[in-house]
């Protein structure tokens, strides 16, 4: 029988060349993948585990290694959550409403994804750093922001920021207000409007971004390498840690670190492709 593709709602053959393109195209895009995405992975993984997996687990059990994991996890805690709700809230203000300063505002949100993290740090050490516009007035407070975890709290939420709202905004667009405003008009409150019409038809998109901004924070080097200080212990992220070990010649530490980041990059794609799947059957 032949080989037979969809379009719209009728089918005709493929013909030899097609298929041949498809093939082509399919070799390509698997080769290129394998290339730069498996290989590296795989030579990852082969580094860690080069004195076995208890070689691995003493690796991560470094005081060093335990403080890092501590804080990227931390600052997730904190910068997600954040990025969460001014996603939420910059989605409905430029979805439901016109004003001044719409287009402003957008490209404003578009900023960290067109600028160096690194820049956004040095901008970040220009405010608050000791010779910094603000700097001086936190060291008489005894208040630390760079070389410190607010500085890096700050740093990752200026680099995460667009993702939650980014998903948002196309979405609440094409969906349109109408439900919401039918239910205002019959005596619903805002919140309960928000919480019981927009929050259901938005959830999907919503948890896309979220798993996005983490997978973005888990990952973050440029800007937190600026503001960090490299203090071992206190303000070294994963991402840094792998660079401080790996400078040091400690090759297996260093990749059994990278082999955890990996992991948690994996479990965000696995999770961002079950919210894919989810949300496309929740459509139909």
């Not at 059990?61 to 600052?75: C, E, G, K, W």
């Not at 203000?93 to 300063?101: K, L, Q, V």
Request: glycine fraction near 10%; proline fraction near 4%; include cysteine.
């Amino acid at each position: 029988m032949a080989a037979v593709e969809s379009i719209g709602t009728r089918e005709r053959p493929m013909t030899r060349g097609a298929r041949a393109a498809r093939f082509a195209l399919l070799a390509i895009s698997f080769g290129f993948l394998s290339l730069l995405l498996l290989a590296p992975l795989g030579a990852v993984l082969a580094q860690a585990f080069a004195n076995g997996f208890g070689g691995w687990l003493s690796s991560l059990a470094d005081a060093d290694t335990i403080a890092s994991i501590r804080l990227t996890l931390l600052t997730a805690a904190i910068v997600v959550p954040v990025n969460t709700l001014f996603g939420i809230a910059a989605a409905w203000a430029i979805a439901r409403f016109e004003f001044r300063g719409k287009s402003l505002l957008v490209t404003l949100i578009d900023l960290p994804l067109a600028i160096s993290p690194v820049v956004a740090g040095l901008v970040l050490v220009f405010l608050f750093g000791a010779h910094g516009w603000f700097g001086g007035w936190l060291i008489e407070r005894g208040l630390g922001v760079i070389f410190a975890v607010p500085g890096i709290v700050l740093a990752t939420i200026f680099i995460s920021f667009p993702y939650v709202a980014r998903e948002l905004i196309p979405l609440m667009q094409q969906q349109g207000s109408d439900d919401e405003i039918a239910a205002l008009s019959l005596g619903a409150r805002p919140w309960t409007t928000f919480v019981r019409i927009t929050l259901p038809k938005i959830r999907w998109g919503l948890l896309y971004g979220v798993i996005l901004c983490n997978a973005r924070v888990m990952g973050e080097f440029g800007a937190v390498s600026v503001v960090s200080g490299h203090i071992r212990g206190l303000t070294t992220t994963m991402p840094l840690q792998v660079e401080i070990l790996y400078n040091e010649y400690d090759f297996v530490a260093a990749f059994a670190v990278a082999s955890l980041l990996a992991l948690l990059a994996i479990l965000t794609l696995v999770a961002k492709t079950l919210v894919e799947w989810r949300s496309r059957s929740g459509a139909r």
